[in-house]
């Protein structure tokens, strides 16, 4: 089933899209497949697991697109020096050319894969030319260019989105350039998804970030939010509207009866109370 729409002034304020095109989701006709997970490796990620039916985000024409998931400072704090190596994603469209790529604030390109053919079903893992180096105080945006014919390229999750973080989007208003990046469940609150990203970071020596780089985890318990292992970083709890409901460094979190979710540095987590 899609849900149409337009994008336009009214909705983006001073940042639109091309006024020709729309956004819509559609379910992809192909199932999930999950490749065997290598070992040593983590999931860097805003966006949550997928779905056994992926929906795609797109115009259902011809339009050159882009998603990413935003990773801030704190996010990378325990990575800096190390490589942004490989980008992992969902593609839900045969005849699109995809390339994995990290940006800039700024939308200066900061490392890429190349143009490739999806492979459809599958999540599709691009290595980048040349590893991006993560420096301290910066962000960075890693996803992927779409540059499709029709359908609904962009893969993403069940939702809800993490707003400003994992469903950003970018949509060329000329086929050429694209424009910074915006929240696309803002833009559109129908479309309350994250696109489905995950970066992978080596150090030097090319080992693989383990999981246990991150200690941050979390837990319900007697009505109260618990997180672990934040040392100090900024939590953001949403409800499943996709809306802020705290934001700080407390470690327990009071809340009432719902589907959550929290997150804190690179990880994601869904909780009910």
């Known amino acids: 089933m899609k849900k149409a729409l337009l994008i336009g002034a009214a909705l983006l304020g001073a940042v639109t899209f091309a006024g020709a095109q729309s956004l819509s989701v559609a ?7 999950k490749p065997a997970q290598p070992r040593e490796e983590v999931a860097l990620q805003v966006c949550g697991e997928l779905p056994e039916e992926v929906s795609g985000i797109g115009t259902n024409q011809k339009a050159l697109m882009a998603a990413a998931a935003k990773f801030e400072t704190e996010d990378l704090e325990n990575y800096v020096g190390w490589e942004i190596k490989k980008i992992d994603f969902f593609p839900t469209q045969e005849q699109c050319k995809y390339n994995a790529m990290v940006w800039a604030d700024d939308m200066t390109v900061l490392g890429e894969a190349g143009d490739q053919a999806p492979e459809l079903g599958a999540i599709n893992t691009h290595v980048l030319k040349a590893g991006v180096k993560i420096e301290a105080g910066k962000t960075y945006f890693v996803g992927y260019r779409a540059d499709t014919e029709t359908g609904h390229p962009l893969g993403c999750d069940a939702g809800p989105a993490v707003d400003g973080y994992g469903d950003l989007i970018s949509l060329s208003e000329d086929g050429v350039t694209l424009p910074m990046f915006i929240s696309l469940h ?37 009505g109260v939010i618990n997180v672990t292992g934040a040392n100090g970083r900024q939590v953001s709890l949403y409800n499943m509207n996709g809306q802020l409901v705290y934001s700080g460094v407390d470690t327990t979190i009071p809340a009432q009866k719902g589907m959550y979710v929290l997150r804190v540095g690179a990880r994601t987590f869904k909780l009910a109370i």
């Not at 379910?27 to 497949?33: E, I, P, V």
């Open 27 to 33: 379910k992809s006709q192909y199932k999930l497949t």
């Open 186 to 222: 803002q833009a559109v609150a129908d479309l309350n998804y994250n696109f489905y990203i995950v970066a992978y970071v080596s150090n030097e020596t090319g080992v693989e970030a383990v999981l246990t780089n991150d200690p941050a985890n979390a837990y319900v318990q007697n």
